[in-house]
């Protein structure tokens, strides 16, 4: 595993007496030694900091930063400042402890109503989690990124994305509910059109799109993404823990199965300068 990324904590969400069987699954995977949770793999958040493009002179807020991994490949880029908005207190902590205070701080918030001043940052970016919420959800995060964005700022996202832009509604129905159910979190992954259109709404212009296969829990990805040991002790974990084995068996399973409509996606979007 690259050294970019830190493993969980007894601090982490889903790491105190909490049932597998009930965790959101990015915390089982968390649990059982997992550091890379993005939909792309550690290959497309790479991808998205280098459309960012983030130097020097910006000023980053990064939603939902989870258990750090991408907040320490940004902070290498050495900007101005760095922002990170969590609103779980224990996952706060952890990314904290990436911090060197003063300018670097993370702040326990939602990325709908960050608190944050209007035009603050230059780069605003967040991975995994506009999937999770409801359409209105989504487009209240995507109009707090553009407020607190200044004009000609970036903002970056990492989701899920479902394929093609014509799949029907009653597949995508089974789709949202297949993983839901799997990964015990309301899960609503859009087409592309569709998230497209929800950043243009919000006043964005779309610069860049990438998209990468849903690969998260197949053996190729585990070791390119976590290394070679940390994925055999990865998987040692699974085997040897019963209620981890039936659900990480059951979302690879649902991505396998819908592997033609299911694909990660990155995105940067720009606040229009004038």
């Not at 990015?26 to 649990?31: E, K, T």
């Not at 089974?174 to 919000?202: C, M, Y």
């Not at 610069?207 to 849903?214: D, E, F, G, N, R």
């Amino acid at each position: 595993m690259p050294a970019i990324t830190n493993a969980p904590s007894a601090a982490q969400p889903g790491s105190a007496s909490r049932s597998l069987e009930n965790l959101p699954g990015h915390w089982v995977l968390a649990r059982m030694g997992k550091r890379v949770l993005r939909p792309g793999g550690m290959g497309l958040t790479r991808r998205l900091l280098a459309a960012l493009d983030i130097g020097p002179a910006d000023d980053v807020v990064e939603f939902a930063p989870g258990l750090g991994a991408t907040a320490r490949l940004a902070l290498a880029k050495k900007p101005a400042s760095y922002t990170a908005v969590e609103r779980d207190g224990a996952a706060a902590e952890t990314v904290r402890r990436l911090l060197a205070g003063g300018v670097q701080r993370c702040i326990v918030g939602n990325a709908e109503a960050t608190g944050l001043p209007a035009a603050r940052a230059s780069v605003v970016y967040g991975e995994a989690m506009l999937t999770m919420h409801a359409p209105a959800q989504k487009a209240a995060i995507a109009r707090e990124a553009f407020r607190v964005l200044r004009p000609g700022g970036r903002y970056g996202i990492h989701e899920i994305a479902l394929t093609p832009d014509t799949v029907d509604e009653a597949t995508k129905r089974d789709i949202l509910q297949s993983l839901s159910h799997s990964i015990r979190v309301g899960a609503r992954p859009q087409t592309l059109a569709e998230w497209k259109a929800l950043f243009e709404n919000a006043g964005f212009r779309v610069k860049t799109i990438h998209t990468a296969p849903l690969h998260l829990l197949e053996p190729r990805r585990l070791i390119q993404d976590e290394g070679f040991f940390r994925a055999l002790k990865f998987v040692f974990n699974v085997m040897r823990t019963p209620e981890a084995r039936r659900r990480v068996r059951g979302m690879r399973g649902v991505f396998r199965k819908y592997a033609g409509h299911l694909s990660a996606v990155m995105m940067v979007l720009e606040k229009p300068a004038g």
